[in-house]
């Protein structure tokens, strides 16, 4: 019995001693303290354009340069798989300490534990830099899971040449078309093989949703509990009715981009086909840099409505992992980050906004070139995505809206039809997340 004893006492006492050398071991890696007391972060980064990824090496060299006992390790991350890439190393105990990434694709991460709530850690510069509009787009529940960092408007990119002679009027943030002004114009540009403007809508649902608040559009109503219903409703139909009369009654339109992507739309741009083309704002980089000798193009604002030019947003975020045991260190780094000198280089890098009003004040973004003043104009207009925080929104989207959009668009079916299937079948889908 004592024999026995003494080899359990000393299987226990081996496998104790194995385990202190792999959680020492473990300290040593990245997002943890090395053996020199020195705390490592990884910052995975989702910065793809060449200016962009070097504004963030150069920030995080600076940082490295000043905090010698906080080291920060740059991970390159990408656009086309971070929500798979986050959820399989959230699930394996492996996730990046700082998290770039977008707000639309934070609610399952914030639901689900695996993103720290900043509430308490931000600190009073930061969180009172960044208007309240673009916190909510971070907001689930009664946590804050994500610093909004930059941002980017739907705008027109137009042929300058093609509005000069044509003799429309050019409309400016103060004084912008109506969706009914812009319809007009569209078919006044078209004609002898040209269209007015073509709607690259690969993926109709976030640019419907997102310029439909102009008009009033909400789509998602929330009630007091809490739960969220779709409702189609008359400013929901503006935008929709705006494109897919411009495709099929005016053929001001073409119903060839309908199935684009915004680049794809590029080379008929440069080549006179279509006189506008509804982008993203961050899309000036690839005109700038792809546009053949000569080409003149201008950025304008996208139509406006009864809420003006109101439109939904999903800015990129940075979020903190919530098993990092280095909140505190990973939060310094942000405020560093996020300076708002540093946010300008951010947003330069991107050819986006910043979220910031230091930052959106800086003589760089309100030059002409390149459309810049004409973006800034637009950052006080910016609102959180209608879909932001409703759970069920990527299956409503994909198997529901997608289709059913892409078929109104097309001419398949009605405005009835669509607002049916969207409501009928969507409600459907949201009913399942909300028992």
């Given at each position: 019995?004592r024999?026995?004893?003494?080899?359990?006492?000393?299987?226990?006492?081996?496998?104790?001693f194995?385990?202190?050398?792999?959680?020492?071991?473990?300290?040593?890696?990245?997002?943890?303290?090395?053996?020199?007391?020195?705390?490592?972060?990884?910052?995975?980064?989702?910065?793809?354009?060449?200016?962009?990824?070097?504004a963030?090496?150069?920030?995080?060299?600076?940082?490295?340069a000043?905090?010698?006992?906080?080291r920060?390790?740059y991970?390159?991350?990408?656009?086309?798989?971070v929500?798979?890439?986050?959820?399989?190393?959230?699930?394996?105990?492996?996730?990046?300490?700082?998290?770039?990434?977008a707000?639309?694709?934070?609610?399952?991460?914030?639901?689900?534990?695996?993103?720290?709530?900043?509430?308490?850690?931000?600190?009073e510069?930061l969180?009172?830099?960044?208007?309240?509009?673009s916190?909510?787009?971070?907001?689930?529940?009664d946590g804050?899971?994500?610093?909004?960092?930059?941002?980017?408007p739907r705008?027109?990119?137009?042929?300058?040449?093609?509005?000069?002679?044509s003799g429309?009027?050019v409309?400016?943030?103060?004084?912008?078309?109506?969706?009914?002004?812009?319809?007009?114009?569209?078919?006044?540009?078209?004609?002898d093989?040209?269209?007015?403007?073509?709607?690259?809508?690969?993926?109709p649902?976030?640019a419907?949703?997102?310029?439909?608040?102009?008009?009033?559009?909400?789509?998602?109503?929330?009630?007091?509990?809490?739960?969220?219903?779709v409702?189609?409703?008359?400013?929901?139909?503006?935008?929709?009715?705006?494109?897919?009369?411009?495709?099929?009654?005016?053929?001001?339109?073409?119903?060839?981009?309908?199935?684009?992507g915004?680049?794809?739309?590029?080379?008929?741009?440069?080549?006179?086909?279509?006189?506008m083309?509804?982008?993203?704002f961050?899309?000036?980089?690839?005109?700038?840099?792809?546009?053949?000798?000569?080409?003149?193009?201008?950025?304008?604002?996208?139509?406006?409505?009864?809420?003006?030019?109101?439109?939904?947003?999903?800015?990129?975020?940075?979020?903190?992992?919530?098993?990092?045991?280095?909140?505190?260190?990973?939060?310094?780094?942000?405020?560093f980050?996020?300076q708002?000198?540093?946010?300008?280089?951010?947003?330069l890098g991107?050819?986006?906004?910043?979220?910031?009003?230091?930052?959106?004040?800086?003589?760089?973004?309100?030059?002409?070139?390149?459309g810049?003043?004409?973006?800034?104009?637009?950052a006080?207009?910016?609102?959180?995505?209608?879909?932001?925080?409703?759970?069920?929104?990527?299956?409503?989207?994909?198997k529901?809206?997608?289709?059913?959009?892409?078929e109104?668009?097309?001419?398949?079916?009605?405005?009835?039809?669509?607002?049916?299937?969207?409501?009928?079948?969507?409600?459907?889908?949201?009913a399942?997340?909300?028992?």
């Open positions: 019995m024999t026995r004893t003494r080899t359990r006492t000393g299987t226990r006492t081996a496998t104790l194995a385990a202190l050398a792999l959680l020492l071991a473990g300290c040593s890696s990245g997002g943890d303290g090395a053996d020199d007391g020195r705390i490592t972060l990884r910052f995975q980064s989702l910065a793809w354009q060449e200016e962009s990824v070097e963030n090496k150069e920030l995080v060299r600076e940082w490295n000043t905090h010698p006992d906080v920060v390790e991970v390159q991350g990408s656009w086309d798989s929500h798979d890439q986050l959820l399989t190393s959230f699930e394996g105990g492996e996730a990046p300490d700082i998290i770039h990434d707000s639309d694709d934070l609610a399952d991460f914030a639901y689900g534990g695996y993103l720290a709530d900043l509430s308490g850690l931000l600190p510069r969180k009172s830099d960044i208007p309240g509009r916190w909510e787009t971070v907001t689930f529940g804050v899971y994500g610093v909004p960092f930059l941002q980017e705008v027109l990119i137009a042929n300058a040449d093609l509005l000069r002679t429309v009027r409309p400016t943030p103060e004084h912008p078309w109506t969706w009914a002004e812009f319809r007009q114009v569209t078919k006044r540009l078209s004609g093989g040209r269209y007015g403007v073509a709607w690259p809508l690969k993926e649902v976030s419907t949703l997102n310029l439909s608040l102009s008009s009033g559009g909400r789509m998602f109503h929330r009630d007091a509990d809490g739960k969220v219903t409702r189609f409703e008359e400013g929901d139909e503006v935008m929709p009715r705006t494109v897919h009369d411009q495709v099929g009654t005016d053929r001001s339109a073409s119903s060839d981009t309908l199935g684009s915004g680049s794809d739309t590029l080379p008929g741009f440069f080549a006179g086909k279509y006189a083309v509804p982008l993203g961050s899309y000036r980089q690839q005109i700038e840099q792809q546009a053949p000798e000569g080409f003149d193009w201008q950025v304008l604002p996208a139509p406006a409505g009864t809420e003006g030019l109101a439109q939904g947003v999903s800015p990129q975020t940075l979020s903190i992992a919530e098993d990092t045991p280095y909140k505190k260190e990973a939060v310094a780094f942000l405020d980050l996020l708002p000198d540093n946010m300008v280089r951010l947003a991107d050819w986006m906004l910043p979220t910031g009003t230091r930052a959106l004040k800086d003589p760089a973004l309100h030059t002409d070139e390149d810049w003043a004409t973006g800034t104009a637009l006080g207009h910016l609102r959180s995505a209608p879909a932001q925080s409703v759970r069920g929104y990527a299956e409503w989207k994909d529901v809206a997608t289709p059913a959009l892409q109104y668009y097309s001419g398949a079916i009605g405005m009835a039809e669509l607002r049916g299937r969207l409501e009928e079948d969507g409600n459907l889908v949201l399942r997340y909300q028992r």
